[in-house]
Structure formats: structure tokens, C-alpha cells
């Protein structure tokens, strides 16, 4: 007899399942190649329409349902048709995944400028919170959800994720607006699955480390003047396990597990997914 798929008749939301060009995958697009391969049709929103499309031929070319929604989570008319236009394909909503998130590139805390946190702020916490904001109604009506948020083990331990290759950034003080916002993505991800448990719907949050993706490696690369195999030996090292990154696929995994029935009783979780890396604190 043929088993059932992990998220079969499952309907997934992944806001930010395109990605940046790059000689690895993203989370995103790892996510939804691995939710819509254990039976989950997808939505796939981006603000870059083009790579959304690229994600969801992908997925077509395995044989999975999904399309994609342009839009820019940073704006609430957007993130209200993100979900309407889910709802009007597929007829429901199940799991929200919430993979946006930008980085100040090689601003320290007296360099960056005031537009420059608000855009970081903007994207990395107030759009995750509208994006919530319309997929509660959905969740609380059918009294089932699930809600993943990716924030980062920068939040928790402030010697990790080193994405340059000298000064401040080194410290972690180019990083600023990033590291207060993912640690508002914690709280939000804690206050919400405390106030949504009554209606069986779970949120979680997962804190990647350094993984090798092109968010990660391709904006140091363009920002710096550090070649591609320094910057990936110079993280590797800095990894407990193995000394090596993790990958996007990681990343999936983790986040497959979340949504999953496996992970009923989880919520309020603050989940690294990092090698070890949020261990070296101090």
C-alpha cells in the first residue's frame, strides 16, 4: 500500500520562495521544492516575480501543483493578496512559511542610515507580521494552522553568523538592524503561539546558522573584495559540526518537520538549525 505524504491535501504559503542569483539554492526555494515533493501545493510569493516563476517550474518539473504571487511583504495591500489569491486557487490555506529577510550589507551602527533600518525592519519583522496578520483569520476559522518564521542565531548568540571577511562587519556590528530584527521575529513568534494555541494553530520560529545559500554568500562576495573560496573556508570554520556549513536543504528539512503532524504538540519553538554554532556564545 502507497504511504501518505507528509503534507498531502496540505495548502502552503511560502512568502520568499524565489531567491538571488547563485551557484546554491535558498531556503526558499528548498522549502518549497521539499513541501510540494511530500504532497503540499504551493504558492510561491517573491517581490522578484520572475524567480517565484523559476521556483515553480521547478516545481511542476516534479510533478507538484503550485504559481506565484509578485508582491512586496513590506506593504499590507500586498500581503492581504498574497493570501486571496491562495485562497482563490486552491480553495484553503494550511501552513504559512515565512522565509523573507534582508541583511544591511557592511553598515555598522554609526554608518547605517535611518531609511536604511527602517527598510530592514520593515521587511525582516512588520512584513512577517502582516503577512500573520491575514492568514489568522483563515487558521482560527478552520481551528488548524501552521506557521513557520525564519529568524537567525544571530537573535540569540551575537558572536554567530559572521557574513563579511573584516572589520565591524567581523564583530557583527555591520549586522545591527538584522540582529534587532530577527530578535523581533522571536518574540513575535512567541507571543503568537501563545495567543493562537487555543485555536490549535502552532508557530515556530527556525534560526538558521551559516549555511551556504546565495543570500549568504553571493551579497559578501558583491560587497566585499573577499573571494568565494575564502569567505566559504573562513565560515566553514567557524562551524562546530564538521567544520562545514549547512544548506538550504537544512533548512527545509527542519521546516518540513514543523509542519508536519509529526510536530502536533510543538509551538513557541525557537529551533537553531546551525551545526552547533549558537553554542560558542560570548
Known amino acids: 500500500m502507497k504511504s501518505k505524504k507528509r503534507l498531502e491535501d496540505q495548502v502552503v504559503l511560502i512568502v520568499g520562495g524565489g531567491q538571488i542569483p547563485g551557484e546554491t539554492i535558498g531556503n526558499g526555494r528548498a522549502t518549497a521544492l521539499t513541501f510540494a515533493r511530500e504532497g503540499a501545493k504551493i504558492a510561491v510569493a517573491d517581490i522578484d516575480m520572475a524567480s517565484a516563476q523559476e521556483t515553480v517550474q521547478l516545481i511542476h518539473d516534479q510533478g507538484d501543483k503550485a504559481f506565484a504571487i509578485q508582491g512586496d511583504i513590506s506593504k499590507e495591500n500586498d500581503c492581504e493578496r498574497f493570501v486571496s489569491e491562495t485562497l482563490n486557487c486552491y480553495g484553503q490555506l494550511n501552513i504559512l512559511q515565512n522565509n523573507v529577510g534582508i541583511g544591511p550589507g557592511n553598515s555598522g551602527p554609526i554608518k547605517i542610515t535611518a531609511k536604511k533600518w527602517r527598510h530592514i525592519i520593515d521587511i525582516n519583522l512588520t512584513g512577517m507580521f502582516l503577512i500573520i496578520k491575514y492568514v489568522l483569520p483563515i487558521m482560527q476559522k478552520q481551528r488548524s494552522g501552521v506557521i513557520t518564521n525564519i529568524s537567525s542565531t544571530i537573535s540569540i548568540a551575537e ?124
Do not use: C
Not at 575564502?230 to 562545514?244: G, S
Not at 518537520?257 to 509551538?267: G, K
Open 159 to 282: 558572536n554567530t553568523n559572521v557574513r563579511g571577511s573584516a572589520g565591524d562587519q567581523n564583530k557583527g556590528e555591520g549586522q545591527i538592524a538584522y540582529q534587532v530584527s530577527k530578535t523581533g521575529v522571536n518574540a513575535l513568534t512567541k507571543s503568537f503561539a501563545i495567543s493562537q494555541a487555543s485555536y490549535g494553530i502552532r508557530i515556530n520560529a527556525i534560526l538558521p546558522g551559516l549555511m551556504e545559500t546565495p543570500n549568504a554568500i553571493e551579497t559578501v562576495i558583491e560587497s566585499s573584495d573577499i573571494t568565494r573560496e575564502a569567505l566559504i573556508r573562513m565560515r566553514n570554520e567557524q562551524v562546530p559540526l564538521l567544520r562545514k556549513q549547512g544548506t538550504a536543504w537544512d533548512v527545509a528539512n527542519a521546516a518540513l518537520f514543523l509542519a508536519s503532524n509529526e510536530a502536533r504538540f510543538i509551538t513557541g519553538v525557537l529551533l537553531p538549525v546551525d551545526g552547533g554554532l549558537s553554542l560558542k556564545r560570548g
